[in-house]
């Protein structure tokens, strides 16, 4: 058992606000300014329209001031870049966003109309801005009209505001992509959609490799496939909450790294036997601050006799089913040997060949009369009648 995987269903709901929302675009012109004053204030100059137009070292080489002037104007809307009193359209340093600008070469570029947002509702994990799943632009036929549900600005999309999201932006061309964007501003009345949705969030945890947290669905007319930043829990806090949701928790022993159990507990006996392992069945568990979880059924998950008594038992079934042949003593006996030695830290003892054999055809003749011995008998008597 070398991975537990954990799942839910989260619920996702729809708000159509009028607001003003920035999403990233290529903008070449506002790029080349931004190299342009990066350069001056590295220098220890401010950037102002003169340069934007100067004729021999300008970005906008020989053009009207007032063009330069434009673009710096768009340079202070869009939030890149900040100027000093007296001088408010000169650029004296860059901000966060006009930084970000420079390195991703996309500009956050605010557009205002009716927009659609989906947010995950009351999940534990997809809180905050990791709430917001899809943002839908704009299109013709949402122009501000409200038809449906108008209520105040639920809080959760109030504390969005001037909060950068990664998130999923559909078009109204019917395509997406994950996009940056920032909500500057939303009015004070929104819509809720009567429709919502449906996504699995779906956790997986590797013992020894780095977890995965994804979230897949279909969300309106958008499909949901992205990974999310995995909450800091590690495996073995995971799986005593779910030995303690089976009931099992002060069975499972640390040093062996296995769970304690009578072979009557056990799945797939015959299999359990050889390999040591077995499965649980699905639970659910809860994990604080996290929430609800269903854990589907696991395997492969390690076990071990529950005292020496039970070794016994369990070497002693290992050991018949071993038996596939008839066997000399000197086969059994290494055979009795291996089945013993898998078990170093119980004390017992197993039947020789001739018990073994007595205690299997007894069995058979009390469970019910003129019953057929067992064919694992014959195969442990014959070699003794012949030897």
């Excluded at 012109?29 to 950037?47: H, S, T, V």
């Excluded at 534990?124 to 108008?150: A, C, H, M, N, Y």
């Excluded at 279909?218 to 800091?232: C, S, Y």
């Amino acid at each position: 058992m070398n991975e537990l995987v954990l799942e839910r269903t989260v619920t996702v709901v729809a708000y159509d606000f009028v607001g003003r929302v920035a999403v990233t675009e290529k903008r070449p012109e506002l790029y080349a300014l931004l190299m342009q004053a990066k350069a001056y204030l590295d220098d220890g100059r401010q950037l102002t329209a003169r340069d934007v137009c100067d004729p021999d070292k300008g970005l906008l080489a020989g053009w009207p001031l007032v063009i330069g002037e434009r673009l710096l104007a768009l340079a202070h809307e869009f939030k890149l870049a900040e100027g000093e009193k007296g001088r408010p359209r000169n650029i004296v340093r860059l901000t966060g966003d006009g930084e970000s600008a420079l390195q991703q070469q996309e500009v956050l570029v605010p557009r205002s109309g009716q927009w659609r947002i989906w947010l995950a509702e009351q999940d534990d994990i997809l809180q905050g801005e990791r709430s917001v799943l899809v943002v839908e632009e704009p299109t013709p036929d949402r122009g501000g009209q409200f038809g449906g549900k108008v209520m105040p600005t639920p809080k959760e999309l109030k504390l969005l505001e001037e909060k950068k999201l990664e998130v999923l932006y559909g078009t109204h061309r019917g395509t997406t992509a994950m996009r940056t964007l920032r909500i500057d501003k939303v009015d004070p009345t929104v819509e809720k959609m009567p429709t919502s949705a449906r996504a699995t969030l779906r956790w997986t945890l590797p013992r020894d490799a780095r977890p995965e947290l994804h979230l897949s669905g279909k969300v309106g007319a958008w499909t949901l496939d992205r990974l999310i930043e995995p909450p800091p829990c590690s495996f073995e806090t995971v799986w005593r909450e779910i030995l303690k949701a089976h009931g099992r928790l002060d069975r499972w022993n640390d040093e062996l790294g296995r769970l304690l159990c009578t072979l009557h507990e056990v799945e797939d006996r015959p299999l359990a036997l050889e390999t040591l392992a077995t499965r649980l069945p699905s639970t659910q568990i809860r994990l604080p601050e996290l929430g609800k979880f269903d854990v589907g059924e696991l395997h492969d998950v390690p076990v071990y006799p529950l005292d020496d008594a039970e070794a016994r038992r369990w070497a002693e079934g290992w050991l018949i089913q071993q038996v596939q042949d008839h066997v000399w003593p000197d086969q059994f006996a290494r055979l009795r040997e291996k089945a013993i030695n898998r078990f170093p830290d119980r004390r017992f003892g197993l039947s020789e060949q001739g018990e073994l054999a007595a205690t299997l055809r007894a069995q058979a003749t009390r469970n019910a009369k003129d019953t057929a011995l067992p064919s694992v008998y014959w195969r442990l008597q014959t070699c003794l009648d012949l030897g």
